[in-house]
């Protein structure tokens, strides 16, 4: 098979995952410049927040696995090709030197078995930073149930590691992906946390120590394919970021791109929950929030009207207004409208003298969704809201993601 069929193949099937977001573009060259149609070139960002280009590609499609979800399973009729290692090498260094790519966003079916895939994968990585000493981001996925020493060699060669969970609980793993153990999905990521935090340890002492995933590790987890709640997705993803410390989970809202009797009567989950998703997981990671602070057993799914900030509040509307010459920095990070930029300007500012409306203006801090839980040196300029059913209308109409369905891809 020709080198541009197998890219062509592989490109198109990697773009299922979503740990690389600008996959999917459908404009065609029409006699211009440039082609965002078949290009496999996506975004991602680098350990010190750059955004970089990256070739994103599947190594194989070929996989012995028969995921529910997946259009690489194996009983789903589609073309098959395999790169060899060199393939992937000399690719990645050929569309470097053109300046196309930063870096490459490896993934691949499993083929004969994890730890075979992941022998390429390592002979992938071997040869781009030892035979052509390539010095750009290299991202890829580490194979469920491979050997840890594998891991381990593949970790010390790449910037960044998934091992994607995609499925939140046991339950929907066992329906969905009948191969696949939640334990082998697990003992990879732990063993990346603890090679993370041993190599830190040694770095305090040997200034030379290996480098080993510097850009930390991640997963993807598909939304609405098992049926579960926005509740166990967060749950699950709260328990990721604190048992194995992963620099990021991404979220895929489920598309049925593969028919299966599970599967049929499963509809495509709306983007816009996949963006609650988001946003809530921003909340947990950077706003102090826990899981179940933002969902409960009373409602185990995001309000898809109103951001989950807006609807905490909103729930919790007894506890304000708070006053912002006296709020403490983790209370105006609960304020709708309010970030850390705010919550930083505001606790400088006021050192110097009790804040106003004017004095907010001046700081360039905007009230617009703010002002219904705070009051300003005594003064409160929200609605006079009878119930929470009114705020949470007032709330919404300010939504601007509350009353659009976005498009995918
Ligand atoms: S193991 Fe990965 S590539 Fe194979 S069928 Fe499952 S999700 Fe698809």
Redesign the pocket.
């Known amino acids: 098979m020709e080198l541009n069929e197998k890219l062509e193949i592989l490109t198109d099937a990697a773009k299922y995952d979503v740990s690389c977001s600008s996959s999917g573009s459908s404009r065609r060259n029409k006699g211009g410049l440039g082609n965002g149609h078949i290009s496999g070139i996506c975004h991602s960002w680098s350990e010190d927040g750059r955004c970089i280009s990256l070739l994103k590609i599947l190594y194989t499609n070929h ?1 012995i ?3 529910e979800y ?1 259009i ?3 009983s789903h009729d589609t073309p098959r090709a395999a790169f060899t290692p060199r393939e992937v090498a000399e690719l990645t260094v050929n569309f470097y030197k053109r300046n196309y790519i930063e870096g490459l966003f490896l993934s691949s ?2 083929l004969r078995n994890p730890d075979y895939t992941m022998e390429q994968l390592i002979e992938v990585a071997r040869l781009l930073r030892e035979e052509y000493r390539f010095n750009g981001y290299i991202h890829m996925k580490a194979i469920p149930g491979c050997s840890e020493a594998l891991t381990y060699r593949l970790g010390h060669l790449i910037d960044r590691m998934s091992v994607n969970i ?1 499925l939140p609980t046991r339950r929907s793993l066992a329906l969905l ?1 009948p191969d ?1 153990k939640y334990s082998d999905i697990l003992r990879p990521m732990s063993q990346v946390s603890r090679a993370l935090v041993a190599t830190a340890d040694a770095k305090k002492t040997l200034k030379h120590t290996p480098k080993f995933v510097p850009a930390g590790q991640t997963t993807q987890m598909i939304i609405g394919a098992g049926g579960e709640d926005d509740r166990d997705i967060l749950n699950r993803a709260e328990s990721l970021y604190k048992d194995y410390a992963l620099k990021r989970v991404y979220y895929s809202a489920f598309v049925p791109v593969v028919k299966s009797p599970y599967t049929a009567g499963i509809a495509k989950a709306p983007l816009l929950r996949e963006h609650r998703i988001y946003q809530g997981d921003w909340l947990l990671r950077f706003y102090g929030f826990s899981a179940q602070e933002l969902l409960n057993e009373r409602t185990p799914n995001f309000n898809l009207a109103l951001d989950p900030k807006a609807n905490w509040a909103v729930e919790h509307v007894e506890n304000f207004p708070i006053e912002v010459n006296r709020a403490t920095y983790e209370e105006l990070m609960r304020v709708p409208g309010f970030g850390r930029t705010y919550a930083r300007r505001i606790i400088q500012a006021r050192k110097f003298a009790a804040l106003t409306y004017d004095g907010l203006e001046a700081l360039k801090i905007s009230t617009k969704r703010a002002k219904h839980f705070i009051t300003v040196n005594g003064v409160y300029r929200g609605s006079r809201f009878t119930s929470k059913a009114e705020l949470k209308t007032i709330m919404g109409a300010l939504d601007p993601m509350g009353r659009e369905q976005l498009s995918f891809f």
Do not use: S
Request: net charge positive; with cysteine; glycine share 8%.
């Open positions: 996989c696995y028969d995921c997946c690489n399973r194996r079916g499993v995609e992906a696949k």
